[in-house]
T-cell receptor, first 118, second 112 residues
Framework: DAGVIQSPRHEVTEMGQEVTLRCKPI?????LFWYRQTMMRGLELLIY??????IDDSGMPEDRFSAKMPNASFSTLKIQPSEPRDSAVYFC?????WGQGTRTAEAFFGQGTRLTVV | RKEVEQDPGPFNVPEGATVAFNCTYS??????FFWYRQDCRKEPKLLMS???SGNEDGRFTAQLNRASQYISLLIRDSKLSDSATYLC?????????????FGKGTMLLVSP
């Protein structure tokens, strides 16, 4: 498997523009996570899906952010309109389902999308 | 109190040194614990899980103290290639669903 695939790798956009980040999880993984990483705040969980259903979106900063997972092999994170403070590296990760008592739950990360909003 | 706290470092050590990182977590219901490694401008990758009894993987030893809500990572005989940021990660079950919470990481710089 090629691992988690994200696109684009880099995105530079002007303030006010719509930005769409894409993610293809590892085949067979039930969980998909969107994270944002900045120097100030580290890695923050934005939203995660289980079997394509959004479970927890409490980390989404505001209504400008939305995420979808139309099928098991694809997810998008959209920012509309974008602002300079959205500049960060956005990671998508996927993982196999795990239940109570399971000891290991490795999350596999994509290479990230480095977003710069000017 | 932050959910997962780590000393940001950087820790500057010479090759061959032993270095230890600490991490504290706030949610006593947390069930699983991990250390991830992140190289500069790369994605995080799992380094090792942390088990209650403590576990070792080559030069790396991880320990967990549930009573104190404290996790540690010890690296012996540091190599230049160990230079990276080490992220403490806590998995907490909530209403049947699991979430991974990451610390901000501790940066390690190993010099010749």
């Amino acid at each position: 498997d090629a691992g988690v695939i994200q696109s684009p790798r880099h995105e530079v956009t002007e303030m006010g523009q719509e930005v769409t980040l894409r993610c293809k999880p590892i085949s067979g993984h039930d969980y998909l996570f969107w994270y944002r990483q900045t120097m100030m705040r580290g890695l923050e969980l934005l939203i995660y899906f289980n079997n394509n259903v959004p479970i927890d979106d409490s980390g989404m900063p505001e209504d400008r952010f939305s995420a979808k997972m139309p099928n098991a092999s694809f997810s998008t994170l959209k920012i509309q309109p974008s602002e300079p403070r959205d500049s960060a590296v956005y990671f998508c990760a996927s993982s196999l389902a795990w239940g109570q008592g399971t000891r290991t739950a490795e999350a596999f990360f994509g290479q990230g999308t480095r977003l710069t909003v000017v | 109190r932050k959910e997962v706290e780590q000393d940001p470092g950087p820790f500057n050590v010479p090759e061959g040194a032993t270095v230890a990182f600490n991490c504290t977590y706030s949610n006593s219901a947390s069930q699983s614990f991990f250390w991830y490694r992140q190289d500069c401008r790369k994605e995080p990758k799992l380094l090792m899980s942390v088990y209650s009894s403590g576990n070792e993987d080559g030069r790396f030893t991880a320990q967990l103290n549930r009573a104190s809500q404290y996790i540690s990572l010890l690296i012996r005989d540091s190599k230049l290639s160990d230079s990276a940021t080490y992220l403490c990660v806590v998995n907490t079950m909530n209403s049947g669903y699991s979430t991974l919470t990451f610390g901000k990481g501790t940066m390690l710089l190993v010099s010749p």
